[in-house]
């Protein structure tokens, strides 16, 4: 075999195999031993008395949730010099490394402009393509997810696209009864149809978020000289009228050293927290760019933190923009 046999072979063969041979002890050796990947394909060009042009840097793992009970794990390669030979791949499984998929990032060709392919190895050594996907933004990590949902709960949950069956008004979704629901149900029998019945009702919901008001500095300036020079009891009765605009600033909630955006399915939900605060409606997209663009690295949006609650990953963040509308 040549350089162009020998990373087929790993990345298209091999690897594969392995993961679906015994997943859990392939995640293992993965994540307790980084060089693993390079000392093996380094072993096959020693045997095939090839030069080895690659290093242990070229070689990388990640690991991380994307839900609650889905996990995924992302090799990646050096830059492939040729069609098909890969980018990456994605590993997602469940806990129990009961429902697993392996999705190779390849790279594409001249007829596609270049983009890279999705392609699927199945547990019978079945190559599917999937057709293109960008490297930006994690748009290929975002394809992989959805693809893993839809293989294994079937097309009457694809996503992004809503349970055709399933469809909502808006006057359903006002009072945020439909969510919190629904949210009962998942946390109570952690499914992916649970999760996709969330989803649904989250891209069609408003939510409320607890806000600080902010006053720009020249009003504030203009509050103060007020307070300063008046007389006792003279401001009873008084106004005070801001000339700009006031500031609303979303609060963050803290567990640890992870960062939470909070929204609220009802101003009720939000209890005595909510006295402090501000409380401004937005459309559920709408959270999610103010999410986006926060200051803090979020984990993601919490919903009803104090009650019953659900975190709705960043990673599903462009899954539910993506969605189409269920509502009727």
Not at 221 to 240: D, I, K, Q
Not at 243 to 268: A, C, H, T
Request: aromatic share 12%; charged share 30%.
């Amino acid at each position: 075999m040549d350089r162009h046999g020998i990373r087929y072979v790993f990345e298209h063969r091999v690897l594969p195999q392995w993961f679906f041979e015994d997943t859990q002890k392939f995640v293992g050796v993965l994540l307790n031993n980084k060089e693993v990947l390079y000392d093996f394909i380094n072993d096959i060009f020693e045997k095939e008395n090839v030069e080895n042009p690659y290093s242990e840097d070229d070689f990388k793992v990640e690991a991380a949730k994307l839900t609650d009970n889905v996990l995924f794990v992302k090799i990646s390669f050096p830059e492939p010099e040729e069609e098909p030979l890969c980018y990456c791949s994605y590993m997602l499984f469940d806990e129990k490394f009961e429902k697993k998929r392996y999705y190779c990032i390849e790279r594409g060709n001249e007829a596609g402009d270049f983009l890279p392919f999705v392609c699927g190895w199945t547990p019978e050594g079945t190559h599917v393509n999937y057709g293109h996907c960008g490297l930006g933004e994690d748009e290929d990590l975002i394809r992989c997810m959805e693809l893993y949902i839809k293989e294994l709960y079937g097309d009457e949950h694809p996503v992004p696209e809503a349970d055709s069956s399933t469809k909502f008004t808006a006057e359903d979704l006002e009072d945020g009864s439909v969510l919190e629901a629904a949210i009962r149900a998942f946390n109570s029998d952690r499914t992916k149809e649970n999760l996709i019945d969330i989803l649904m009702i989250l891209r069609d919901s408003y939510v409320w978020i607890p806000c600080n008001a902010i006053m720009s500095e020249n009003d504030e300036a203009r509050l103060l000289e007020m307070l300063e020079s008046a007389e006792e009891g003279s401001l009873v009765g008084s106004t005070f009228s801001n000339k700009d605009d006031v500031r609303m600033v979303p609060d963050i909630l803290q567990n640890g050293d992870k960062y939470f955006f909070p929204v609220f399915s009802n101003v009720e939900a939000m209890g005595e927290y909510g006295n402090n605060f501000s409380k401004v409606q937005k459309h559920f997209t709408e959270a999610i760019h103010m999410a986006k663009v926060n200051e803090k690295e979020l984990e993601g949006i919490v919903i009803n933190a104090f009650s019953e609650p659900m975190v709705i990953d960043s990673e599903l963040f462009e899954v539910i923009e993506n969605m189409k509308t269920s509502l009727s």
